[in-house]
């Protein structure tokens, strides 16, 4: 099929490097409006599409949900955006990217402690495993709490997961 003629799907997904379930997916949910279709029934794609479907795996990879792709695009299609609106939806991003760096700074901090403990021997004691079973929420070890028992340990680990 001849480009001016439109896309079929295969090639679509080859030229935005999108999974095909994916932008039937997009289709499903509005992110990408339904195409025409061929007198065989199959899905014809424009030059449009291809655009609007880059501009949403582009928008994915930078960390945008869905729900604020759908945001940026409602001001695209009704062509009445400031550049103000999306600077704004942006800073919003931002804020929630800076809270996702702060979680991933924690998360790295307890496991280098958990790995810091392991002693790496062919035990049945292991301080990752155990840490990982306790039930403390991690702000608790900055308050004094104590950890649960062994026997604690032993009786979840009775339990199947």
């Known amino acids: 099929m001849k480009p001016k003629d439109g896309l079929p799907i295969g090639e679509l997904s080859k030229q935005s490097s999108v999974n095909i379930e994916t932008i039937r997916y997009y289709e499903k949910i509005g992110v990408m409006p339904a195409p025409r279709r061929s007198a065989n029934g199959y899905r014809v794609y424009s030059a449009d599409h291809l655009k609007r479907l880059n501009f949403v795996r582009r928008s994915r990879q930078l960390g945008f949900s869905l729900d604020e792709i759908r945001g940026l695009l409602r001001l695209v299609d009704g062509d ?15 804020v929630e990217i800076r809270r996702k760096i702060a979680d991933l700074k924690r998360l790295k901090r307890v496991m280098e402690e958990m790995a810091a ?27 004094g709490r104590q950890p649960p028992s062994k026997s604690a340990h032993a009786a979840k680990s009775a339990l199947p997961i």
């Open 80 to 94: 009445a955006y400031t550049c103000a609106q999306v600077r704004e939806l942006t800073l919003d991003h931002l």
């Open 117 to 143: 403990q392991c002693s790496g021997e062919r035990t049945p004691e292991c301080a990752i495993i155990d840490a990982l079973f306790d039930t403390r929420h991690p702000s608790d070890e900055r308050r």
